[in-house]
């Protein structure tokens, strides 16, 4: 197992001299450079919401690693393959076998993107009045599970809400937690158990294979269904790779297809680990489950063989699959994240630990423990890096986790955490560089830092589109 606190000689940990990058850069985009004036304003039109900024006032987005991808020579190539047949494109095809070979279901229906894949499959598998018990809420999948009737229960292992706990597997279920929602719930009153690999929320963290055997072992005595959330499945087999007994000598792609292999079905944000810009799919085994979700998504996507997507897309998705599944890549992958958390532990800047797969995440709680949670410490920390250096990040924490539907009141997660995503194969090392450099200046304010008020707040997912002032 490796030390999270490895310091930032990647060649040690990975047995080789670099995490350096198996590709190299044939196209570039211009970034646009800002005054510290101009951020002012722009963070002031956008009500302190960094996903209210005009993207043209960001230098380093690292709002999100979802469609942010860089697409391959060889995936640009497959988009001028597309078909744009209104049914039965070949590329659905392609897709299609591919999804089966990589994941392993035997149905797969395409969807926009995961929040199309999250609705259809919600709708379909939960009874008004059912429970889903799960590693971790997302904010978009609790919200179908809610509109569906649902209610989500956490049951992820306490550590998962430490920021500091060094568990090497922070995404594991908490058996005893899942068998407790089980007996008080009953059996039945269970839509489907609601796995994560990796779990966004927690800072993107890992769930061990030995976990989820368990899981399936419970699921099975009990005759409950155990759906994935495959958004990031290939990171999380990176650090099953690299981390669980047994795994070292077997493949990215063998580890993602013996997960897949132990659940019922997976639904997909391709937009994260599939290496796209646009694109989602649901793929299961089961062939009922199976007509009732391509009748669905007819009425909310489009035809069962494009589901929302160009010809063109699903072609470039297919390619990026089997690009995605490639050891030498996700090692570089998940080499640059790490590479920025240990710049920044380094200089004792609060960040959750181990790193994650997709991002890293500050504890603004630690950055900022002068300022309430519900003054907004997190959404804070984000307008602050906005306004150091252009550079965009996420919250995490009170405002992306939403009232609570039944009393209307803040859901206060112990977990306030503002997220550094980085897009994949984008920004260089020495983009990272600069990141934590700034996060280092930020975090040298940090006492003269006053928090935030909620002005305007949309009814749903309200941290895309709230509005906020300083108290
Ligand atoms: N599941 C997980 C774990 C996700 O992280 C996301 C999206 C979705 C489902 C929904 O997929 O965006 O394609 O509709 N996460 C993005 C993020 C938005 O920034 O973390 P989508």
Request: charged share 25%.
């Amino acid at each position: 197992m490796s030390d999270p606190h490895t310091p930032r000689t990647m060649g040690q940990q990975f047995g080789r001299r670099s995490w350096a990058e198996p590709w190299k850069i044939k196209v570039v985009e211009p970034l646009t450079m800002t005054t510290r004036a101009q951020r002012e304003q722009a963070l002031r039109e956008a009500g302190f919401n960094t996903f209210l900024l005009r993207s043209d006032d960001v230098y380093i987005d690292l709002l999100t690693d979802s469609g942010t991808n860089a697409m391959s020579d060889r995936q640009w190539a497959g988009m001028m393959l597309g078909d744009e047949a209104y049914a039965g494109s070949r590329n659905f095809y392609h897709l299609e076998a591919v999804i089966q070979q990589c994941y392993g279901y035997r149905y797969v229906v395409p969807t926009h993107q995961g929040r199309g894949a999250e609705h259809l499959i919600s709708r379909t598998a939960i009874r008004p009045g059912q429970v889903i018990p799960g590693n971790m809420y997302f904010t978009t999948t609790r919200l179908h599970q809610e509109l569906a009737g649902g209610r989500f229960v956490d049951v992820i292992i306490d550590a998962a809400h430490d920021p500091h706990d060094p568990h090497p597997f922070k995404g594991n279920v908490d058996l005893a937690k899942l068998e407790a929602v089980i007996a008080s719930e009953g059996a039945a009153n269970i839509a489907y158990v609601s796995l994560a690999g990796t779990v966004n929320m927690a800072g993107g963290q890992p769930v061990s294979m030995a976990c989820v055997k368990d899981v399936r072992a419970l699921c099975d005595r009990h005759g409950v269904k155990l759906y994935l959330d495959a958004t990031r499945l290939v990171e999380n087999a990176f650090f099953i790779q690299e981390r669980e007994p047994g795994y070292a000598d077997r493949s990215i792609a063998q580890i993602v297809r013996e997960l897949c292999d132990l659940t019922d079905a997976a639904w997909m944000s391709a937009k994260k680990d599939s290496l796209v810009n646009i694109g989602g799919w649901l793929a299961v085994n089961d062939e009922g489950l199976f007509e009732e979700l391509r009748n669905l998504v007819v009425v909310y996507e489009g035809l069962h063989t494009y589901g929302g997507l160009a010809g063109r897309d699903m072609e470039a998705m297919a390619i990026g699959i089997t690009e995605s599944m490639q050891d030498d890549y996700i090692r570089s992958r998940i080499g640059q994240v790490r590479y920025l958390g240990e710049l920044l532990a380094d200089w004792e800047i609060p960040i959750v630990r181990p790193t994650g797969g997709h991002a890293v995440f500050l504890d603004a709680r630690a950055f900022y423990p002068h300022v309430p949670q519900d003054q907004f410490p997190a959404q804070l920390l984000a307008a602050e890096l906005y306004l150091d250096a252009g550079i965009r990040a996420m919250e995490r924490g009170i405002v992306s986790a939403g009232r609570d539907p039944q009393t209307g009141e803040h859901q206060f997660p112990k977990l306030e955490l503002t997220r550094l995503t980085v897009p994949r194969r984008v920004y260089t090392q020495a983009h990272m560089d600069v990141v934590a450099e700034s996060v280092k200046a930020v975090f040298d304010q940090r006492a003269a830092a006053t928090g935030l008020r909620i002005v305007y707040e949309p009814k749903y997912l309200r941290f895309f589109q709230a509005r906020f002032e300083r108290v």
